[in-house]
């Protein structure tokens, strides 16, 4: 199936962005979108859990749909998760409401290289419902399909327990074994690449790959141990003409060494401001970001306020996409959440 079948790019404001065409205003869609900031996912979520919703294609397709919908975001993303690529390598987890927990973390492990048993065939459910979203949703709404980058998804291999949101236990072990961590990276790397090769088959217009974590540890060892496999999954991603958006969260002024051969599109977090990123970054690059989801506690004037601040942005930088810095927390007053997506589609953007 190829992306001209999918998706409509005449209509679809995002890819006609993304394509550097001139539009009325920015493109927006949100990470973590279809979630619990959405009455409706949460109602779903009463009834099933989250493995029930991703292993049943006709629910999680209708959860990809449900932003569309509620929100009125211009593009739809894959209801999945950022752990599939262990969990296709034989890592059994569960999903709690601390974050996931890894039964047998590799931190623990004698042998972690033999723990780890890669089958990428155990991914097929996720391919299933990007088949059902392709079929159900509408020609000028682009599917975005992501994995979890490897540094990020091996904070959570190697120390098993998401809570402790500055991973200790994992930038430990790879600071001690940093030849066994190069072998984990390779193998993580080409279960990513073989996960991303499916979804591409399966249809999706636009790929995201999240590195939530890549501010853990420090940008030259980030550059040495991580950044090549940026660079392989991104090379797949984009021989197969699909747009490339990288979300490097916490790396800081390091965004200044992104070069036109690793993304379309570098998604900017929340910490740092959008003129100084867009000094910093490469001009052939397109940015897309980076509201503090945390805003969306404040009152609708304080929110409009913040909004009006883009205006300027997007009148001047026609090649950007409107997006949280990180993504919506989950219980993020959702009357807000679309208070926000209606000032969006609705400003005049002066261009």
């Known amino acids: 199936m190829t992306k001209e079948q999918n998706t409509n790019s005449r209509n679809s404001l995002l890819l006609k962005t993304m394509a550097g ?127 979890g980058a490897p540094l990020t998804v091996m904070c959570y291999m190697i120390q098993g327990l998401g809570k402790k949101a500055d991973f200790p236990e994992a930038i430990r072990f790879m600071y001690e074994n940093r030849s066994l961590t190069g072998e984990i990276i390779e193998i993580v790397t080409d279960v990513s690449i073989e996960y991303v090769r499916g979804q591409i088959k399966h249809g999706i217009d636009v790929f995201q790959l ?57 998604s900017i977090d929340w910490q740092t401001p959008m003129e100084m990123a867009r000094k910093a970054v490469h001009k052939e690059i397109g940015l897309q970001g980076n509201l503090d989801p945390r805003i969306l506690y404040a009152s609708r004037k304080e929110i409009a306020a913040r909004l009006e601040k883009y205006i300027a942005f997007g009148k001047s930088n026609r090649d950007w996409i409107f997006n949280l810095g990180h993504g919506f927390i989950k219980d993020t007053p959702y009357d807000n959440a679309k208070f926000m997506a209606n000032w969006i589609r609705s400003a005049h953007w002066n261009r």
Not at 119 to 143: T, W
Request: a negative charge.
């Open 21 to 147: 065409e001139q539009t009325k205003r920015p493109p927006f869609w949100f990470m973590r979108q279809a979630g619990r900031v959405l009455p409706s996912y949460r109602l779903l979520k009463e009834k099933y859990s989250l493995w029930h919703m991703m292993n049943t294609p006709d629910i999680g397709a209708d959860v990809t749909l449900l932003p569309v919908n509620d929100l009125g975001v211009d593009a739809a993303i894959l209801f999945s998760d950022i752990l599939m690529v262990p969990y296709a390598m034989g890592m059994g987890f569960e999903f709690t409401e601390n974050g996931p927990v890894f039964s047998s973390p590799l931190a623990g492990s004698t042998d972690p290289i033999a723990q780890l048993n890669p089958d990428p065939s155990k991914l097929r459910f996720v391919y299933n419902i990007i088949d059902k979203v392709i079929e159900a949703k509408p020609s000028s709404i682009p599917l975005i399909g992501f994995c």
């Open 210 to 266: 999240f590195d939530t974590h890549a501010g853990l540890v420090p940008f030259d060892l980030y550059n040495e141990l991580f950044m090549p496999s940026i660079k392989r999954i991104s090379r797949v991603v984009r021989d197969n003409n699909i747009p490339f958006i990288y979300f490097p969260k916490g790396m800081g002024m390091g965004i200044k060494t992104v070069t036109p051969d690793i993304c379309d599109y570098l």
